[in-house]
Each structure stands twice: as C-alpha cells, then as structure tokens.
T-cell receptor
Framework: AQKVTQAQTEISVVEKEDVTLDCVYETRDTTYYLFWYKQPPSGELVFLIRRNSFDEQNEISGRYSWNFQKSTSSFNFTITASQVVDSAVYFCALRNNAGNMLTFGGGTRLMVKP | EAGVAQSPRYKIIEKRQSVAFWCNPISGHATLYWYQQILGQGPKLLIQFQNNGVVDDSQLPKDRFSAERLKGVDSTLKIQPAKLEDSAVYLC???????????FGPGTRLTVL
C-alpha cells in the first residue's frame, strides 16, 4: 500500500522568508513518481512538478526548489523569498508505475503574511 | 488552451436526493479521473477512465455512486441517494494518457443537508 505523509498541517511565514514543506512517502515499488500540486483558494489543483524515482537530482524553478532523498523517502519543497501569492494548500502525491492513481498527502496550508 | 471544465461549481441538496456533476476534459486527453476531496484532506480517487472504458473504480461506492464517459470525452458523476458524508468537493482531472501529469478542474462543492 502507498502512503504520503505531510506532517505540517499549517505553516505561517512573513513575506520574503524561505519556507520548506515536508513530504514523506511509503511504497514497495522500485519505480514510482512523486508530484507536488498547489491548491489556491479558488480550489483548482495546479501541477507544479513530477519526479521519477530514478532521478534524485534536485530541481530548481525560479523561487521553487525540490529536494528528493530516496534514502529517507522524502520529497521536500522549498519556496525562497515567499510572497503573499504563494498562500495556498500544497499537496504532495505519489503514483506507482502500474497505473496513474495518485495517492495524496493531507496537504500543508501555507499562509504568507505581508 | 482551455483547461478542465466542471459544472456546477456549487450544489446544495438534502440527503436522499440525487445529484449529477459534469466534466469536460482538456481536448485530446484520453484519461479522465474523478476525485472526492473532503474538507481538510487530500483528494481521493473515485474512478479513472481511459477513453470510454473504466480503468480503476476500486474506491467508488458503487451502491450510490455511478459515472460514465460514453463517448470518451465528457463525463458525468452521479450520486443517488446522497448522504451527509458525501459533502465534499468533487474534482475532475484529465491527462494525455495514463502516465502523464494530471490537470485538474475547479471542482464542484457539494453540500448535503
């Protein structure tokens, strides 16, 4: 069975602070994919990144960066110099190689205050 | 490019009533998904279609929920009869194929009184 845990239910930071959202996953598969989605107040889930289990290179996209550590089964997401528009619920998700069913974590609500 | 469309955006019904939701995926996307997102939780997959065939409906409460994608494009999800615990946001997503990233619609917020 697959499981995704986002231990931080809510984080509050002041604008321009850096913030890291944690994600820990469990799976018995050797091939799998990890995702991050952003859910702003409008409700629509916005795809941010997909990473496969064989690619442990960290990735940076603007103010966003992702740290994949297979040894600790973690896929953490860092926002540098946070902005008010980053306020949203962020979900980490896991998919195995057999199908396209996403298993989501419980989400982390990020509040960025001006 | 237009995103995933869903309607209605909001629906309020009384328990034991029926309700239907509609989804139009991104053009050309063969795979369509319905998720249920209860307040404060992550989305949970209800059913996955590949074209007009069901790939996975293992988490669909089949005694009251049904879904179809007859022509392999639009899809409807129905609840009959609704229970209080069905109050949630119902999200539709689509992907190019069964392995590509999923793109989500704005969801339908259902309140069952």
């Amino acid at each position: 069975a697959q499981k995704v845990t986002q231990a931080q239910t809510e984080i509050s930071v002041v604008e321009k602070e850096d913030v890291t959202l944690d994600c820990v996953y469990e799976t018995r598969d050797t091939t799998y994919y990890l995702f991050w989605y952003k859910q702003p107040p409008s409700g629509e889930l916005v795809f941010l990144i997909r990473r496969n289990s064989f690619d442990e290179q960290n990735e940076i996209s603007g103010r966003y960066s992702w740290n994949f550590q297979k040894s600790t089964s973690s896929f953490n997401f860092t926002i540098t110099a946070s902005q008010v528009v980053d306020s949203a619920v962020y979900f980490c998700a896991l998919r195995n190689n057999a199908g396209n069913m996403l298993t989501f974590g419980g989400g982390t609500r990020l509040m960025v205050k001006p | 490019e237009a995103g995933v469309a869903q309607s209605p955006r909001y629906k309020i019904i009384e328990k034991r009533q029926s309700v239907a939701f509609w989804c139009n995926p991104i053009s050309g996307h063969a795979t369509l998904y319905w998720y249920q997102q209860i307040l404060g939780q992550g989305p949970k997959l209800l059913i996955q279609f590949q074209n007009n065939g069901v790939v996975d409906d293992s988490q669909l409460p089949k005694d009251r929920f049904s879904a179809e994608r007859l022509k392999g494009v639009d899809s409807t999800l129905k609840i009959q009869p609704a229970k209080l615990e069905d109050s949630a946001v119902y999200l539709c997503a689509s992907s190019l194929d069964g392995t590509s990233p999923q793109f989500f619609g704005p969801g339908t917020r259902l309140t069952v009184l």
